[in-house]
């Protein structure tokens, strides 16, 4: 039975770690920078340099509850999220760490499926996951398992991205329906069974994103997760001194999750997202950036949600043309969504 | 009251997130890469690399309990621990990643200690913790803090140092008194009682590393934490397939750790060490290795313990000049050492 789940002795520094580390960790990740076994990635530095490129590196502690959900597992999102916060960057994601906690009593076959799932997803972006570490805590000192990520990649000399660049008059995108992730883990965790059309939309996004890279006038993106995309406005417009202004009628939103939000008073716009981008971009790129997304499945549903203006905050332009200013909310609605 | 302890808020993305990150983190971490407070830092990659330089990247996450202990805290251990293994590898430690997994319910003055604690050491090493995250998960579902580091540094081209260079006669060299910090915290964890001089090694090895740089004939070498001694020495036998043959009379362990250990049938060589390494070199360089250590006061009581021989496994050479072999624990005694 104790090999049937994870044991103090797994996290140990013993025998029973090496095994954990070669039988489930080195077997699904298995790479030449694994398989040296040192206590550091070894990389090919002068490879990735050339004249004037800037690494990038993002870390992200993944928690999620439950770890298993529709569209996804913790391993694909530790994977997607981290990859996508370089993406955003303009970075293109090449290595990865993977450092685990995990809970005394959690099944071997359950960290075997996301460990699994991580690897799969690893190699669907063309990412080594180099190195990593593993630690084991007792019953009911951590829930089940957690997953640090952390990665690299290399941004070209000519992507200048970030907030810094953002103007009046730019041009507000999303690349498609807002909150999808964070309605199906609500769904699941409070079991609402509200049907099986909530489907978080992790995914990786780099491949909707390296077409952009070619694109004058973009100015900035990012990737939606937790607080959503108000969250994120509201980062640009603290960032910028400007204002956000977006159409409530243009918000791309899906019928599944527009109706759970209309039953428990959420809104879509503070929901977290594992997919989708919003972009600032000055206003003649705009239909450049919107058919480069479109041609993509992960962007089929991008469209234009407002402007940037010389006012402040984030102001959304209601049914009637009403403009109000939307607060950020003091805390998501729903913990542990990522 | 809300205000003085962690709550689900601080880990939403909203604005008590922010606050806290501006609060806690930004404050302590200061630097121009996470002031721009984009979500990848951005690191001048050409500047790090010259011909044939490779990038070392590490990752860890710390469980430690208690938090804080004699000697350390978990915020100093998660920065010690990470770039000393990027120095173990002959890198010097540049910069680091920082990701929070806290409790509901802890004390924010307590975060703030163990910030300010990270931020210290890094500072001493000259070392930026460039970019950071931050979640909470209910009470019972983590120990009140586990801190997750990843670090890069730059190994020089004409370092080469790594298990595949172990050769027979090799000298083995330790750098100081074993297992002080594991019975540092055996001690305050089950309230031993032992006294004051029982007091965690934990410190950064990069400045006892550093002038190993320019001696040839150094093989490889390593930070002796969970596992202990033993632990390394069975990873370089099996990667070797070499003998690692010690001294029992030559190891150095402090009378304190001495005693605990007579006192509760556990041998210093499994315990845990925070700032102490274990060295490969050839036997002609054995003495300017041993030079070069005993020059740094975080060097001073290194010694050769043993030999590298022709055969296999980890031999321990006893008082009575009789050899036997030693076996790799299944598990270490103590859980959530690091």
Redesign the interface.
């Known amino acids: 039975m104790s090999n049937d789940v994870i ?3 797994h ?7 090496q095994q954990l580390i070669q039988d489930t960790l080195v077997r699904h990740f298995d790479n030449p920078f694994l398989r ?11 490879q ?16 999620i509850d439950p770890i298993i959900f529709a569209g996804g597992d913790i391993g694909k999102l530790a994977v997607c999220g981290t990859a996508n ?2 993406a ?2 303009g ?1 293109r994601p090449e ?1 990865l ?5 995990l809970e005394e009593g959690l099944p071997l076959a359950t960290l075997d499926t996301i460990i699994a799932s991580m690897a799969a997803t690893a190699q669907q972006a063309k990412i080594e996951i ?4 593993t ?4 019953h ?4 089940k398992i ?1 997953i ?1 990520t ?1 990665g ?4 070209s000399p000519e992507v200048h991205w ?2 810094d660049q953002i103007a009046a008059d730019d041009a507000i995108i999303v690349t498609g329906n807002l909150g999808d992730h964070g309605a199906a883990i609500l769904n699941e965790r409070e079991n609402l069974g509200l049907g099986d059309q909530l489907v978080s939309d992790c995914a990786l996004l780099w491949p909707l994103v390296e077409p952009l890279l070619s694109i004058r006038g973009i100015h900035t993106l ?2 939606a ?4 995309v108000n ?1 994120i406005l509201h ?1 640009f417009a603290t ?1 910028s001194g400007l204002g956000m202004q977006i159409n409530e009628h243009a918000l791309p939103v899906n019928d599944a999750v527009r109706g759970m939000c209309e039953l428990l008073g959420l809104d879509p716009l503070n929901l ?1 997202n594992e997919g989708k981008l919003v972009i600032i971009t000055s206003a003649q790129s705009a239909a450049a950036v919107l058919n480069a997304l479109q041609a993509h499945p992960l962007g089929k549903d991008a469209r234009q949600i407002g402007t940037v203006n010389s006012q402040s905050g984030v102001q959304i332009c209601g049914a009637y043309g009403v403009t109000r200013h939307l607060d ?5 609605p ?3 969504i990522c």
Chains 1, 2 share one sequence.
């Open positions: 044991t103090f002795a996290g140990s520094g013993g025998r029973a770690m040296r076994g040192e206590d550091q990635a070894r990389l090919p530095l002068t990735l340099a050339s004249q004037g490129s800037q690494l990038a590196m993002t870390t992200d502690s993944f928690v916060d370089l955003v960057g970075a290595y760490t993977c450092s685990l906690i180099v190195t990593g570490d630690k084991v805590v007792g009911g000192c951590a829930d957690f640090n952390t690299i990649g290399v941004i970030g907030m990012r990737d997760t937790r607080g959503g969250a980062e960032a977290a950020l909310p003091y805390f998501e729903l913990p542990r």
